[in-house]
């Protein structure tokens, strides 16, 4: 069975710090996809970026960067210069196999984050 | 680009009633997922369509179903509603096709049903 697990349910930082939210996860697919999705109070979920089994290169985005490990079966998620417009859940996601498009998600309990002035 | 668009935004029902939730896709994305979302058990899947066919199922009781018509929009649909089921339920949609299967998916606003 798949499982994402992120163990810190809520941070609290002030503004310009950084900050790395850590996502495990579990599954027994040799191919498959992680992701990290946004989520503002307005309640949709933003996608932020995917990352397949066979691609261990992070990536950096503006002030957004992430480290994906296969052998610590992680994928964790840094915020550079933190700001108040980051506040918001955060949730890391799993898809796995490759058969009919693979949509189901398999999501973590997600990770609050408050960016305080 | 219009993004996926779930409607209505809040709903209250009372237990045992039915409740129908709708939502269009982005132009162009054949697939369409649904997802609950409530504090106790956070997001879980529900069931996707693609091209008018129930193509995955998540572990949810019969009550819940749901259908997609010619133009990729969804309706789901949630029986003899229980306290239970009040939550967020999400919509989501993408390309959905083999050869793109890790197309991310989109996802709407979401509709917030109360069951009281």
């Known amino acids: 069975a798949q499982k994402v697990t992120q163990a810190q349910t809520e941070i609290s930082v002030v503004e310009k710090e950084d900050v790395t939210l850590d996502c495990v996860y579990e599954t027994r697919d040799t191919t498959y996809y992680l992701f990290w999705y946004k989520q503002p109070p307005s309640g949709e979920l933003v996608f932020l970026i995917r990352r397949n089994s066979f691609d261990e290169q992070n990536e950096i985005s503006g002030r957004y960067s992430w480290n994906f490990q296969k052998s610590t079966s992680s994928f964790n998620f840094t915020i550079t210069a933190s700001q108040v417009v980051d506040s918001a859940v955060y949730f890391c996601a799993l898809s796995g196999g490759i058969i009919q498009g693979a949509q189901k998600l398999v999501f973590g309990q997600g990770t609050r984050l408050t960016i305080n002035p | 680009k219009a993004g996926v668009t779930q409607t209505p935004r809040y709903l209250i029902k009372t237990r045992g009633q039915q409740v129908t939730l709708s939502c269009s896709p982005i132009s162009g994305h054949r697939s369409v997922s649904w997802y609950q979302q409530t504090p106790g058990q956070g997001l879980q899947f529900l069931f996707e369509?693609?091209?008018?066919?129930?193509?995955n199922k998540g572990n949810f009781p019969g009550r819940f179903s749901g259908r997609q018509f010619s133009n990729s929009r969804s309706e789901m649909n949630v029986s003899t509603l229980e306290l239970g089921d009040s939550a967020l339920y999400l919509c989501?949609?993408?390309?959905?096709?083999?050869?793109?299967?890790?197309?991310?998916?989109?996802f709407g606003n979401g509709t917030r049903l109360t069951v009281t």
């Open positions: 369509y693609f091209s008018e066919t129930q193509r």
């Open positions: 989501a949609s993408s390309w959905g096709t083999d050869s793109s299967y890790n197309s991310p998916l989109h």
